[in-house]
């Protein structure tokens, strides 16, 4: 597991889709105030919730980091849903992302469970705040290669969809 969003299957990485935990060095403040490691706990909730279990990916397409974006079951559980219903990761909203989460984070937030708890940074704003030291010295995409990567992934998207509809 890399943190609470995103682990290696076999030689491949994956991050599950529609949903952002905290990253794994994130710290966040519980009801009084004091300061736990939120990123170190949505990674072991994670491990957790996998456990044991044979993982079910489906590959939707690839980010800027070559990793998987999928939607991932263990036991027949939707392993984002799992995650964000624990409070240790939150919905990505925007881009025409489905809402998918959205019950389960009410009901999180409703039960202060997780990082809703006390306070938290979103996912997105830490990493912007802390970027990583390999982040420091990467130029900005260009619009060919933003459009090479989209390519490929639709690409890869379209044989996914082709194979599941060819394996029936």
Known sequence: MSDGDSFVLGNERYRLYGIDAPE?????????????????????????????????????????????????????????????????????????????????????RAAKRGIWAGHFDPPNAWRRANPRDSDAGQRAETPLEWLQRKAISLWQLLESWLRSLFSR
Request: proline content about 2%.
């Open 24 to 108: 794994l060095h994130q710290q966040c403040t519980d009801a009084a105030g004091k300061s736990w490691p939120c990123g170190m706990r949505a990674r072991s909730e994670l491990r957790r919730i996998i456990g044991t279990s044979p993982l079910q990916c489906r590959k939707l397409s690839v980010d800027r980091y070559g990793r998987h974006i999928a939607v991932c079951h263990a036991q027949g559980r939707d392993i984002a849903a799992e995650m964000v219903r624990a409070g240790f990761a939150i919905t990505l909203e925007g881009r025409g992302r489905a809402r998918t989460y959205e019950d389960a984070q009410a009901d999180a």
